[in-house]
């Protein structure tokens, strides 16, 4: 017999008002080893629980003896098992940090009041408050585990159970006992569930469900062959090796292949550079050589993401990784290990045979896969969440919102070209008064400087986008427009370049000139703004006028339909005031509101002023 105590005379120990808390906050699951010849084992507790279940992701914990086997976790929908994954100790792939990210006492997010850590979504509350070292109380080895379940909702009914199970026995989920039925009936069936998982589908890291990526040969073929291109200009270029790393490395290593439920592509490359800043700009120049190269290219802090134009559907992500002055190999997107690659670790790359083609792994790959993932990277985890499991990341080699803005706009002039004028521009253009000299800061690809050009002026365009000029100028020499239409690279917050540009072009102007700034102040950082307004008051002179459109505070929860870009929304109305207190402008039009310039179905919030000196 047993001398594990009940639930039932826990509760009474407790007292009547524990009895719920208890039932809540563990779950015996017994597990017995196949017996010896000569007597059975002493059966194996373990003790568990489900902490969080939203629409999105389930995270639990395990409580056994640290010299236990790898325990097998599982959901089911009714009596379907739709994933699978194992549960580990420490915060290596682990989960461990869940509680810290959560909603403390009194309501207040965990990261408003604990600087550093990651931003908590709403889909992620409500959830447990725990202790600040995350013990979860137990003097036996916890494990976590997680899953992704956003697309099971579709399947189910109210009266689906939705259990997680242990060796087949439910775990008690917190706030809902034994199982979970959903809030709301889908429009599918569990049979066509059934249906598709028998086909090779699952449900990936983000708990979409996909074909299987061992399965669908479509998209090996377009990231292979993405992949290679890549490759190729990375190493004439920059002389750089692109291998695979993250995802798809494991997958090389562990599976000789990929991975069902990864939902991409990994590569990355080890910079030259030994600090941070150096090796970010360098992965921004990266990603703008692949830009001229024909290829859809987005930077975001840590990676570029990288797609052909003739499949959308296939990417892949390019990481930079550098070694630092004390000869440890950094990753700026971070690991969820604990160990370390030295510079003297380091072997170089090798070619190796993979899924649809070959490529290049480290020569140490057993070894950088540890760094990533940490000792247990054999054990696979379908719910593995690098927003719960990242022990440490190398953010001194964060790319910068300037890198990443002018990736953006490079990429943004390199596929779309506009034949007319904005809304801003036929707006100014016919006000009485307007200035016959033009200079059209954040002038992008040279839209509305070409327009004020065809319309009789005299037009300088800025920008700090190489590309965006070079376009500018294309399209102006095509539309004849040479004669009165230049451009120049200049990134204004570059005090002295700025000022010596305005000044040249002030020189030449036989009358007032137009200070243009459309879409432009709400895409520069707020001290970028401070140098720009201060150089423009200095150089400006009696007569000349200053016209901006820009974004407010009041646009900034609206739906955007570029929205993969840096933004700052700020007060129409305190920009006005600075005209007049600070920069010597008075405003002749004022306005706020909608209407102004609606694009694709987006009708944004806009400050429009027109201010004469």
């Given at each position: 017999?047993?001398?594990?105590?009940?639930?039932?005379?826990?509760?009474?120990?407790?007292?009547?008002?524990?009895?719920?808390?208890?039932?809540?906050?563990a779950?015996?699951?017994?597990r017995?080893p196949?017996?010896?010849?000569?007597?059975?084992?002493?059966?194996?507790?373990?003790?568990?629980?489900?902490?969080?279940?939203?629409?999105?992701?389930?995270?639990?914990?395990?409580?056994?003896?640290?010299?236990?086997?790898?325990?097998?976790?599982?959901?089911?929908?009714?009596?379907?098992?739709?994933?699978a994954?194992y549960?580990?100790?420490?915060a290596?792939?682990?989960?461990?940090?869940?509680?810290l990210?959560?909603?403390?006492?009194?309501?207040?997010?965990?990261a408003?009041?604990?600087?550093?850590?990651?931003?908590?979504?709403?889909w992620?509350?409500?959830?447990?408050p725990?202790?600040?070292?995350?013990?979860?109380?137990?003097?036996?080895?916890v494990?976590?585990?997680?899953f992704?379940?956003?697309?099971?909702?579709?399947?189910?009914?109210?009266?689906?159970?939705?259990?997680?199970?242990?060796?087949?026995q439910?775990?008690?989920?917190?706030?809902?006992?034994?199982?979970?039925?959903?809030?709301?009936?889908?429009?599918k069936?569990?049979?066509?569930?059934?249906?598709?998982l028998?086909?090779?589908?699952?449900?990936?890291q983000?708990?979409?469900?996909?074909?299987?990526?061992?399965?669908?040969?479509?998209?090996?073929?377009?990231?292979?062959?993405?992949?290679?291109?890549?490759?190729?200009?990375?190493?004439?270029?920059?002389?750089?090796?692109?291998?695979?790393?993250?995802?798809?490395?494991l997958?090389?290593?562990?599976?000789?292949?990929?991975?069902?439920?990864?939902?991409?592509?990994?590569?990355?490359?080890?910079?030259?550079?030994?600090?941070?800043?150096?090796?970010?700009?360098?992965?921004?120049?990266?990603?703008?050589?692949?830009?001229?190269?024909?290829?859809?290219?987005?930077?975001?802090?840590?990676?570029?993401?990288?797609?052909?134009?003739?499949?959308?559907?296939?990417?892949i992500?390019?990481?930079?990784?550098?070694?630092?002055?004390?000869?440890?190999?950094?990753?700026?997107?971070?690991?969820?290990?604990?160990?370390?690659?030295?510079?003297?670790?380091w072997?170089?790359?090798?070619?190796?045979?993979?899924?649809g083609?070959?490529?290049?792994?480290?020569?140490?790959?057993?070894?950088?896969?540890?760094?990533?993932?940490?000792?247990?990277?054999?054990?696979?985890?379908?719910?593995?969440?690098?927003?719960?499991d990242r022990?440490r990341?190398?953010?001194?080699?964060?790319a910068?919102?300037?890198?990443?803005?002018?990736?953006?706009?490079?990429?943004?002039?390199a596929?779309?070209?506009?034949?007319?004028?904005?809304t801003?521009?036929?707006?100014?253009?016919?006000?009485?008064?307007?200035?016959s000299?033009?200079?059209?800061?954040?002038?992008?690809?040279?839209?509305?400087?070409?327009?004020?050009?065809?319309?009789?002026?005299?037009?300088?365009?800025?920008?700090?986008?190489?590309?965006g000029?070079?376009?500018?100028?294309?399209?102006?020499?095509?539309?004849?427009?040479?004669?009165?239409?230049?451009f120049?690279?200049?990134?204004?917050?570059?005090a002295?370049?700025?000022r010596?540009?305005?000044?040249e072009r002030?020189?030449?102007a036989?009358?007032?000139?137009?200070?243009?700034?459309?879409?432009?102040?709400?895409?520069?950082?707020?001290?970028?703004?401070?140098?720009?307004?201060?150089?423009?008051?200095?150089?400006?002179r009696?007569?000349?006028?200053?016209?901006?459109?820009?974004?407010?505070?009041?646009?900034?929860?609206?739906?955007?339909?570029h929205?993969?870009?840096?933004?700052?929304?700020?007060?129409?109305?305190?920009?006005?005031?600075?005209?007049?207190?600070?920069?010597?402008?008075?405003?002749?039009?004022?306005?706020?509101?909608t209407?102004?310039?609606?694009?694709?179905?987006?009708?944004?919030?806009?400050?429009?002023?027109?201010?004469r000196?």
């Amino acid at each position: 017999m047993s001398n594990q105590p009940t639930a039932r005379a826990v509760a009474d120990k407790v007292g009547r008002g524990g009895r719920a808390a208890v039932r809540k906050a563990a779950a015996v699951v017994r597990r017995a080893p196949s017996p010896a010849p000569s007597a059975p084992a002493a059966p194996v507790r373990i003790d568990g629980i489900v902490e969080q279940f939203s629409r999105r992701l389930v995270v639990g914990w395990l409580s056994l003896p640290a010299d236990h086997p790898p325990v097998k976790v599982t959901l089911h929908l009714g009596k379907l098992q739709v994933a699978a994954t194992y549960a580990t100790p420490g915060a290596s792939m682990s989960g461990a940090g869940s509680v810290l990210r959560q909603v403390q006492r009194g309501g207040a997010p965990a990261a408003a009041a604990q600087p550093g850590l990651p931003t908590v979504h709403k889909w992620q509350l409500p959830n447990i408050p725990g202790p600040a070292d995350d013990r979860r109380n137990s003097g036996r080895q916890v494990r976590t585990f997680s899953f992704r379940v956003r697309e099971i909702w579709p399947y189910v009914r109210r009266k689906t159970r939705i259990t997680v199970r242990v060796d087949g026995q439910p775990l008690p989920i917190y706030g809902h006992g034994m199982f979970l039925n959903p809030p709301h009936k889908g429009k599918k069936t569990l049979a066509e569930l059934r249906e598709k998982l028998d086909q090779g589908y699952l449900f990936s890291q983000y708990g979409r469900l996909q074909l299987s990526k061992k399965l669908d040969t479509e998209w090996q073929a377009q990231v292979m062959d993405l992949y290679e291109r890549c490759r190729r200009l990375l190493q004439e270029s920059f002389g750089h090796d692109l291998f695979f790393i993250y995802g798809t490395l494991l997958g090389a290593v562990r599976e000789g292949g990929y991975i069902g439920h990864d939902v991409d592509f990994d590569a990355a490359y080890v910079s030259r550079h030994t600090n941070g800043r150096d090796a970010a700009k360098e992965l921004h120049d990266i990603g703008l050589r692949l830009i001229e190269a024909g290829l859809d290219v987005r930077l975001v802090t840590t990676a570029l993401h990288i797609h052909d134009p003739e499949h959308p559907d296939a990417g892949i992500d390019i990481f930079h990784l550098y070694f630092d002055d004390a000869g440890e190999l950094q990753f700026p997107f971070g690991v969820a290990g604990t160990s370390v690659v030295r510079r003297q670790d380091w072997r170089g790359t090798q070619e190796l045979e993979f899924s649809g083609g070959t490529g290049l792994a480290p020569a140490n790959a057993e070894q950088v896969v540890e760094q990533i993932y940490g000792a247990d990277w054999r054990q696979p985890k379908p719910g593995f969440n690098w927003n719960l499991d990242r022990t440490r990341a190398a953010k001194a080699g964060n790319a910068s919102t300037e890198l990443q803005s002018e990736v953006y706009w490079a990429n943004f002039y390199a596929r779309n070209e506009y034949a007319s004028g904005s809304t801003f521009y036929e707006f100014v253009n016919k006000r009485p008064g307007t200035p016959s000299w033009v200079i059209d800061i954040g002038c992008g690809d040279g839209r509305d400087a070409r327009a004020f050009g065809a319309a009789g002026r005299t037009v300088l365009g800025l920008d700090q986008s190489h590309m965006g000029v070079e376009h500018a100028r294309g399209q102006a020499a095509r539309a004849g427009l040479e004669d009165r239409v230049s451009f120049e690279v200049c990134d204004v917050s570059e005090a002295e370049h700025l000022r010596s540009v305005l000044a040249e072009r002030l020189a030449k102007a036989d009358g007032p000139v137009l200070f243009y700034l459309r879409f432009f102040l709400h895409s520069i950082p707020e001290d970028v703004q401070e140098t720009l307004m201060s150089v423009i008051a200095e150089q400006a002179r009696e007569g000349d006028v200053l016209a901006a459109e820009f974004r407010t505070e009041k646009d900034a929860e609206k739906t955007k339909v570029h929205g993969k870009h840096y933004r700052r929304f700020q007060s129409g109305d305190l920009f006005g005031k600075r005209l007049r207190e600070d920069f010597g402008f008075e405003p002749e039009h004022e306005e706020e509101g909608t209407g102004l310039s609606p694009y694709q179905g987006e009708d944004p919030v806009l400050y429009r002023v027109v201010a004469r000196r």
